[in-house]
T-cell receptor, first 120, second 110 residues
Framework: EAGVVQSPRYKIIEKKQPVAFWCNPI?????LYWYRQNLGQGPELLIR????????DSQLPKDRFSAERLKGVDSTLKIQPAELGDSAVYLC??????????????????FGPGTRLTVL | TQLLEQSPQFLSIQEGENLTVYCNSS?????LQWYRQEPGEGPVLLVT?????EVKKLKRLTFQFGDARKDSSLHITAAQPGDTGLYLC??????????FGAGTQVVVTP
């Protein structure tokens, strides 16, 4: 079974330029996550989708970041314009469980290899 | 800001030695997960602990969840070079949302 696919793997751009990342989750996984991982830190959630609906985007910097998952399968994350502080690894993850209140079972997330973004 | 504090930040040991990594928080979690991340890859789930006081073993790895479900530890017995990687703990709330620690970089030299 194919894992989570992300592209590109690496991207170098100059500040103020736009950039987009693409993610294809594991087949059949309803929930998709975008994380940002800064150097020396753990991943931080940017947005979570359940099917095509963004159910948690509270940590997405909406002035410059946008995301979409139009058909509830693959997803794109865009930054426009990019800033120096956006340099990081952007990780996509998917899971087969939908979260909800009273959630007591674990929710295994499968991560892609990430896109390493460098903003010059 | 990481709600989960991991210690130490970096650990370098010789093959065959034992090591313990700690994950502490002031928050109570519904469950806690441990991941290992290798360079250029995403994190891979090792284990999930759910019940306070729970101990899980995965070959040479032993995971423990604190009684109050706020802290956890990972112990590796007789470490091997293949255990090298960034070990991340992540606490899940009742919605399944994960909060990650900053990680412990483990290097095992032959």
């Amino acid at each position: 079974e194919a894992g989570v696919v992300q592209s590109p793997r690496y991207k170098i751009i100059e500040k103020k330029q736009p950039v987009a990342f693409w993610c294809n989750p594991i087949s059949g996984h309803n929930t998709l996550y975008w994380y940002r991982q800064n150097l020396g830190q753990g991943p931080e959630l940017l947005i979570r989708y359940e099917n095509e609906e963004a159910v948690d985007d509270s940590q997405l910097p909406k002035d410059r970041f946008s995301a979409e998952r139009l058909k509830g399968v693959d997803s794109t994350l865009k930054i426009q314009p990019a800033e120096l502080g956006d340099s990081a690894v952007y990780l996509c993850a998917s899971s087969s469980r939908l979260a909800g209140p009273g959630f007591v079972d674990y929710n295994e997330q499968f991560f892609g290899p990430g896109t390493r973004l460098t903003v010059l | 800001t990481q709600l989960l504090e991991q210690s130490p930040q970096f650990l370098s040991i010789q093959e065959g030695e034992n090591l313990t990594v700690y994950c502490n928080s002031s928050s109570v979690f519904s469950s806690l997960q441990w991941y290992r991340q290798e360079p250029g890859e995403g994190p891979v789930l090792l284990v999930t602990v759910v019940t306070g006081g729970e101990v899980k073993k995965l070959k040479r790895l032993t995971f423990q969840f604190g009684d109050a479900r706020k802290d956890s530890s990972l112990h590796i017995t007789a470490a091997q070079p293949g255990d090298t990687g960034l070990y991340l703990c992540a606490g899940a709330d009742s919605w399944g949302k994960l909060q990650f620690g900053a990680g412990t970089q483990v290097v095992v030299t032959p």
